[in-house]
């Protein structure tokens, strides 16, 4: 099939790289002709597993880049949507870019056309798609707007596009249907999963993945109630976490013991620093807004919102505590100095000279550090983990002050006065065993 996929950008550009290596014909329209001018020269612009492949292996064949919507709408009869919807000030979506080429393909129809919304969009969004259409001239009968949201993850999208545990073609006729199903058809019947040179299978993937055939509202509400239930769930093992470094309990075992019930499932139930990204804090506000607006107060949502931002007050807390004063002090972070998958982790440099390290993100490489190294590197061996990476254990082996979250802060002997003096610090334990009980909580 001949597909238009509007806007360049991380989901668009992923989406339309694996549009081709299934076997269709691609058109990515962006209007930033910096952005295409780097595409068509061969440049990659995000760092996405996989993703230079695809666009090796189908940029200026099945894969093209243009800047010229009218020009591509013609040749095509299937348009998807994949331009940003950034947050208002009042934190509704917005729709503005996606209003524009609504507008540009409504000018453009020379046929039969499918309008597939992919961006995340509120519900109602595919009945405003074709209302601007129609204003803006196109016969009711000349197109369908359907909602195909999408569910990759930033790190790993090739591969949760490839192999997702679900698609869901919201489409309120037959006839647009049908033209979604024939996009995913090399997905739903397997033969991709078959070639040779298929994208390598991810664990845990549901081959074939289900297609799920939807009305467009229903799709449209799938995408906010799925990122909202997800973060839902971040805040709750956030929340449990804060209980457990009360107590001293260990949030990881609690984790175990409830992430077995199958009902439940291990998966986001991760303690750490809160969510963030480009994605849940957007799709929370503008769930919130949708709801409020359609009369239903989802006071759930603004939970799940305040325990995020209060779970990132509080590491800022659990840094205080560390290191009493931060005036002056040099802190390293893994997880904005640098990016997964490249040499420049290995080489530790956030962590030379620093008064201690902070790790942020759950990539792999900050999982597998050589601990000597970084202990030589620190001017004073002290890590607080926002992602758990590590074994609390086994950072006090290593020498180090360790803080995570939901767990006790893990302090060699020799580092324990700076503890005992230290505010909120919470139990501290010693070689396994825990030797001061409740240090101040004020
Ligand atoms: P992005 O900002 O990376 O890309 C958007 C692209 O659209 C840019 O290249 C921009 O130049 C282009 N654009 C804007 N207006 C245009 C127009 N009128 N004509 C042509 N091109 C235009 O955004 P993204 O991260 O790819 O997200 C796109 C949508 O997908 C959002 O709604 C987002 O919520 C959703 N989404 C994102 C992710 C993710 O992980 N990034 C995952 C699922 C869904």
Same mark, same amino acid.
């Given at each position: 099939?001949?597909?238009?996929?509007?806007?360049?950008g991380?989901?668009?550009?992923?989406?339309?790289a694996?549009?081709?290596d299934?076997?269709?014909?691609?058109?990515?329209?962006?209007?930033?002709?910096? @952005?295409?001018?780097?595409?068509?020269s061969?440049?990659?612009?995000?760092?996405?597993?996989?993703?230079p492949?695809?666009?090796?292996?189908?940029?200026? @064949? =099945?894969?093209t880049?243009?800047?010229?919507?009218?020009?591509?709408?013609?040749?095509?009869?299937?348009?998807?949507?994949?331009?940003?919807?950034?947050?208002?000030?009042?934190? $509704?979506?917005?729709?503005?870019?996606?209003?524009?080429?609504?507008?540009?393909?409504?000018?453009?129809?020379?046929?039969?056309?499918v309008?597939? +919304?992919?961006?995340?969009?509120?519900?109602?969004t595919?009945?405003?798609? =074709?209302?601007?259409?129609?204003?803006?001239?196109?016969?009711? $009968?000349?197109?369908?707007?359907?909602?195909?949201?999408?569910?990759?993850?930033e790190?790993?999208?090739?591969?949760? *596009?490839?192999?997702?545990?679900?698609?869901?073609? /919201?489409?309120?006729?037959? &006839?647009?249907?049908?033209?979604?199903?024939?996009?995913?058809?090399?997905?739903?019947?397997?033969?991709?999963?078959?070639?040779?040179?298929?994208?390598?299978?991810?664990? =845990?993937?549901?081959?074939?993945? &289900?297609?799920?055939?939807?009305?467009? @509202?229903?799709?449209?509400?799938?995408?906010?109630?799925?990122?909202?239930?997800?973060?839902?769930?971040?805040?709750?093992?956030?929340?449990?976490?804060?209980?457990?470094?009360?107590?001293?309990?260990?949030?990881?075992?609690?984790?175990? /013991?409830? /992430?077995?019930?199958?009902?439940?499932?291990?998966?986001?139930?991760?303690?750490?620093?809160?969510?963030?990204?480009?994605?849940?804090?957007?799709?929370?506000?503008?769930? &919130?807004?949708?709801?409020?607006?359609?009369?239903y107060? *989802?006071?759930?949502?603004d939970?799940?919102?305040?325990?995020? +931002?209060?779970?990132?007050?509080?590491?800022?807390?659990?840094?205080?505590?560390?290191?009493?004063?931060?005036?002056?002090?040099?802190?390293?972070?893994? /997880?904005?100095?640098?990016?997964?998958?490249?040499?420049?982790?290995?080489?530790?440099?956030?962590?030379?000279?620093?008064?201690?390290?902070?790790?942020?993100?759950e990539?792999?490489?900050?999982?597998?550090l050589?601990?000597?190294?970084?202990?030589?590197?620190?001017?004073?061996?002290?890590?607080?983990?926002?992602?758990?990476l590590?074994?609390?254990?086994?950072?006090?082996?290593?020498?180090?002050?360790?803080?995570?979250?939901? =767990?006790?802060p893990?302090?060699?002997?020799?580092?324990?006065?700076?503890?005992?003096?230290?505010?909120?610090?919470?139990?501290?334990? *010693?070689?396994?065993?825990?030797?001061?009980?409740?240090?101040?909580?004020?």
């Amino acid at each position: 099939m001949r597909i238009v996929v509007v806007g360049s950008g991380y989901v668009g550009l992923v989406a339309g790289a694996c549009f081709a290596d299934l076997g269709h014909e691609v058109v990515l329209v962006d209007n930033d002709e910096q @952005k295409l001018a780097a595409l068509k020269s061969g440049a990659v612009p995000i760092h996405e597993k996989f993703l230079p492949e695809l666009l090796a292996r189908h940029s200026s @064949k =099945r894969l093209t880049f243009s800047s010229d919507l009218a020009e591509a709408v013609h040749s095509s009869s299937t348009v998807f949507i994949t331009v940003g919807t950034p947050p208002t000030e009042q934190g $509704e979506a917005d729709l503005s870019y996606v209003e524009s080429v609504a507008r540009g393909v409504a000018g453009a129809i020379n046929g039969y056309k499918v309008v597939i +919304e992919k961006s995340t969009v509120p519900v109602y969004t595919s009945a405003w798609i =074709r209302t601007v259409m129609l204003r803006n001239g196109a016969a009711p $009968e000349s197109f369908d707007v359907a909602s195909n949201p999408e569910f990759l993850r930033e790190g790993t999208a090739v591969t949760d *596009f490839l192999y997702p545990d679900r698609v869901v073609l /919201g489409a309120d006729h037959e &006839r647009c249907a049908s033209l979604l199903r024939q996009i995913y058809e090399p997905m739903a019947s397997g033969s991709y999963y078959r070639r040779q040179d298929a994208i390598p299978q991810p664990d =845990r993937a549901h081959i074939p993945p &289900r297609m799920i055939v939807t009305s467009a @509202k229903s799709a449209e509400l799938i995408k906010h109630a799925s990122n909202a239930f997800l973060a839902m769930k971040i805040s709750f093992i956030n929340a449990v976490a804060s209980i457990c470094e009360s107590v001293g309990a260990d949030v990881q075992q609690v984790c175990q /013991g409830i /992430g077995s019930d199958t009902r439940i499932g291990t998966r986001f139930l991760s303690p750490g620093i809160g969510y963030g990204g480009s994605c849940f804090p957007k799709d929370l506000t503008a769930f &919130r807004a949708v709801a409020r607006e359609c009369g239903y107060d *989802f006071r759930l949502l603004d939970e799940v919102i305040s325990i995020n +931002e209060e779970q990132r007050q509080r590491f800022v807390r659990k840094v205080r505590s560390a290191l009493w004063t931060l005036k002056g002090k040099r802190l390293g972070v893994l /997880g904005l100095a640098f990016k997964g998958g490249t040499d420049d982790i290995r080489d530790y440099e956030a962590a030379a000279g620093a008064d201690a390290l902070l790790i942020l993100t759950e990539w792999h490489e900050f999982s597998t550090l050589d601990l000597d190294l970084l202990h030589s590197q620190l001017k004073y061996p002290i890590i607080i983990d926002g992602r758990n990476l590590y074994d609390p254990e086994d950072m006090m082996a290593g020498g180090f002050t360790y803080y995570s979250i939901g =767990r006790q802060p893990a302090v060699p002997e020799s580092h324990i006065a700076t503890i005992m003096s230290t505010k909120n610090a919470g139990d501290v334990r *010693f070689m396994g065993r825990k030797v001061v009980d409740g240090i101040s909580a004020s």
